[in-house]
T-cell receptor
Framework: GAVVSQHPSWVICKSGTSVKIECRSLDFQATTMFWYRQFPKQSLMLMAT?????????EQGVEKDKFLINHASLTLSTLTVTSAHPEDSSFYIC???????????FGSGTRLTVV | DAKTTQPTSMDCAEGRAANLPCNHS???????VYWYRQIHSQGPQYIIH???NNETNEMASLIITEDRKSSTLILPHATLRDTAVYYCIVRGSGGGADGLTFGKGTHLIIQP
């Protein structure tokens, strides 16, 4: 079946630094990738949608200059949290769809803790 | 996408069938019903989806009422590993081009 690999699975960073999270589709070409955020005891919230080779589309309230998304190839998307603050601490999850995988497969998530 | 309503939590005994209901009374004709689950601290896992007919796969069965206003996900022989939050999501026929709108889901607890 379709596999999406997300790395790292957890990261701790200092306030003010930037963190990059990678999302890879291992066995299919992901024309569309999605990034979600999940705070403790809450549901997943869609942050942005990216299509390969295009600029990402951000949901209302998500700062595009703070959460930089790059989807330069059909198998890789990255999310960079710039100038991270403690309130950015959350569980970030990517999802990918494309071709024979029309309904989206999720990565295992990245737990970000900003101290 | 149509809104869904699910119970906050449910218990089920191990080995028994777990029946998770979902109301989606505002679903439109071209919208599908999808079910995902999320085990603690993991990404969501696709379970099953359907439009109007009942569906079955190796994980579960999906029963959609004739008026399509509600559905039930059935895990035929629940195990402890089925403890998770189950999300019922209605989405349009755009399929993978659209992000998912997650509600609060149902926290299913399988009791030994």
């Amino acid at each position: 079946g379709a596999v999406v690999s997300q790395h790292p699975s957890w990261v701790i960073c200092k306030s003010g630094t930037s963190v990059k999270i990678e999302c890879r589709s291992l066995d299919f070409q992901a024309t569309t990738m999605f990034w979600y955020r999940q705070f403790p005891k809450q549901s997943l919230m869609l942050m942005a949608t990216s299509n390969e080779g295009s600029k990402a589309t951000y949901e209302q309230g998500v700062e595009k200059d703070k959460f930089l998304i790059n989807h330069a190839s059909l198998t890789l998307s990255t999310l960079t949290v710039t100038s991270a603050h403690p309130e950015d601490s959350s569980f970030y999850i990517c999802s990918a769809s494309g071709g024979q995988v029309p309904f989206g497969t999720f990565g295992s998530g990245t737990r970000l803790t900003v101290v | 996408d149509a809104k869904t309503t699910q119970p906050t939590s449910m218990d089920c005994a191990e080995g028994r069938a777990a029946n998770l209901p979902c109301n989606h009374s505002t679903i439109s004709g071209n919208e599908y019903v999808y079910w995902y689950r999320q085990i603690h601290s993991q990404g969501p896992q696709y379970i099953i989806h359907g439009l109007k007919n009942n569906e079955t796969n190796e994980m579960a069965s999906l029963i959609i009422t004739e008026d399509r206003k509600s559905s039930t996900l059935i895990l035929p022989h629940a195990t402890l590993r089925d403890t998770a939050v189950y999300y019922c999501i209605v989405r349009g026929s755009g399929g993978g081009a659209d992000g998912l709108t997650f509600g609060k889901g149902t926290h299913l607890i399988i009791q030994p």
